[in-house]
């Protein structure tokens, strides 16, 4: 494994580590509505007792979590794999009975998969295998694919809109941490803030022409947030960030300068990972080129292959691909 793929499979580790259900933001709820909640469900409906269904690139286990949701008398059994360290909260919740129906294996990657030959009836993957080597992953999913199994997937779609919320995302996220930006300035902030907590601290600041001259420019950069926001597009992470600033700052006053300046690291390091995942996200998007040599290496396995572009209320999603039997 290449030093890329460790950084992606520890970004991703603290990703699922948060416990956020899944990777599509706020827009959707755990267990999906909308046009992808259709796709999963049609494709969880024709699953036989004694069949098995495999998850590629699961993260916390979303679609097995539909899955179970959609077919909760179903006792067909579900693996989840990722090579991230998945360990998803919500499996403690379950009912035994449910408990036993689901395997989810972190630290696994789909190039080469712990399992025998031909065993799966249902081959899934949510915005996940065209993030791996999926010439090598999509061979492996046919590998272990049963006789006249089937494959769902939704890919990401190069002209998505998640994809060019990603795109908006990553120039806001460029933005607040650009040199002397939002996020550099509020570091500097962080040792007047904890003086300020005190009459004798605030007597230095009034005399501290640096510190008032920090401030000035930190007053500057909010002005200009403030002007961003009024036409941003995909705003989230702009006023998520004023708002932990915000935090920072009453941190430092009633903590002091190291707890001010751990709180802002933190925000500093999410914001990178964040660039990372959605820098990713648009690199791994299926154009229709590749989205045509994603198909044919399904088709590879015997299977009738197609992808079809999925939206839901006027906006695109990604690529529902379906792969079939041939009769
Ligand atoms: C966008 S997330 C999708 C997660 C989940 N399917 C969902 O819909 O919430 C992409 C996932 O792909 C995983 N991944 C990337 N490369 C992989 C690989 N080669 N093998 C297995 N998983 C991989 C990442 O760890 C990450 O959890």
């Given at each position: 494994?290449?030093?890329?793929?460790?950084e992606?499979?520890?970004l991703?580790?603290?990703?699922w580590?948060t416990?956020?259900p899944?990777?599509?933001?706020?827009?959707?709820?755990?267990t999906?509505?909308?046009?992808?909640?259709?796709?999963?469900r049609?494709a969880?409906?024709?699953?036989?007792?004694?069949?098995?269904?495999?998850?590629?690139?699961?993260?916390?286990?979303?679609?097995?979590?539909?899955?179970?949701?959609?077919?909760?008398q179903?006792?067909?059994?579900?693996?989840?794999?990722?090579?991230?360290?998945?360990?998803?909260?919500?499996?403690?919740?379950?009912?035994?009975?449910?408990r036993?129906?689901?395997?989810?294996?972190?630290?696994?990657r789909?190039?080469s998969?712990?399992?025998?030959?031909?065993?799966?009836?249902?081959?899934?993957?949510?915005?996940?295998?065209?993030?791996?080597?999926?010439?090598?992953?999509i061979?492996?999913?046919?590998?272990?694919?049963?006789?006249?199994?089937?494959?769902?997937?939704?890919a990401?779609?190069?002209?998505?809109?998640p994809?060019?919320?990603?795109g908006?995302?990553?120039?806001?996220?460029?933005?607040?941490?650009?040199?002397?930006?939002l996020?550099?300035?509020?570091?500097?902030?962080?040792?007047p803030?904890?003086?300020?907590?005190?009459?004798?601290?605030?007597?230095?600041l009034?005399?501290?022409?640096a510190?008032?001259?920090?401030?000035?420019?930190?007053?500057?950069?909010?002005?200009?947030?403030?002007?961003?926001?009024?036409t941003?597009?995909?705003?989230?992470?702009?006023?998520?960030?004023?708002?932990?600033?915000a935090?920072?700052?009453?941190?430092a006053?009633?903590?002091?300068?190291?707890?001010?300046?751990?709180?802002l690291?933190?925000?500093?390091?999410?914001?990178?990972?964040?660039?990372?995942?959605?820098t990713?996200?648009?690199r791994?998007?299926?154009?229709?080129v590749?989205?045509?040599?994603?198909?044919?290496?399904i088709?590879?396995?015997?299977?009738?292959?197609?992808?079809?572009?999925?939206?839901?209320?006027?906006?695109?999603?990604?690529?529902?691909?379906?792969?079939?039997?041939?009769?």
């Amino acid at each position: 494994m290449t030093s890329g793929a460790d950084e992606r499979r520890d970004l991703w580790s603290r990703y699922w580590a948060t416990g956020i259900p899944h990777s599509c933001g706020t827009t959707y709820e755990a267990t999906y509505g909308g046009a992808i909640g259709t796709f999963w469900r049609e494709a969880f409906s024709t699953l036989a007792p004694v069949d098995r269904v495999l998850d590629i690139a699961t993260g916390n286990a979303a679609l097995p979590r539909l899955l179970l949701s959609a077919r909760p008398q179903l006792p067909a059994a579900c693996d989840a794999v990722d090579a991230a360290a998945v360990d998803p909260d919500w499996l403690r919740q379950l009912e035994p009975q449910q408990r036993q129906r689901l395997h989810v294996h972190g630290g696994v990657r789909a190039e080469s998969l712990p399992f025998a030959d031909g065993v799966f009836s249902l081959v899934i993957s949510q915005y996940g295998i065209e993030y791996t080597d999926w010439p090598v992953a999509i061979a492996e999913a046919l590998r272990v694919l049963a006789p006249r199994g089937r494959i769902r997937i939704l890919a990401h779609h190069a002209e998505s809109r998640p994809v060019m919320l990603a795109g908006h995302e990553i120039e806001h996220t460029d933005w607040l941490l650009q040199h002397d930006g939002l996020v550099d300035l509020a570091a500097g902030m962080i040792e007047p803030m904890a003086r300020s907590a005190s009459a004798q601290g605030r007597a230095s600041l009034a005399t501290d022409a640096a510190a008032n001259q920090l401030r000035q420019r930190f007053n500057d950069v909010q002005t200009a947030l403030a002007a961003r926001l009024t036409t941003a597009q995909c705003p989230d992470v702009l006023h998520e960030v004023r708002d932990w600033v915000a935090q920072v700052f009453r941190l430092a006053t009633t903590g002091g300068v190291a707890a001010g300046t751990q709180a802002l690291d933190q925000i500093r390091r999410g914001l990178v990972d964040s660039r990372l995942r959605l820098t990713d996200l648009r690199r791994h998007a299926l154009d229709e080129v590749t989205v045509r040599q994603f198909c044919a290496a399904i088709g590879q396995g015997g299977l009738h292959t197609t992808a079809v572009p999925l939206s839901d209320q006027g906006h695109l999603l990604g690529w529902a691909v379906c792969a079939e039997p041939m009769n």
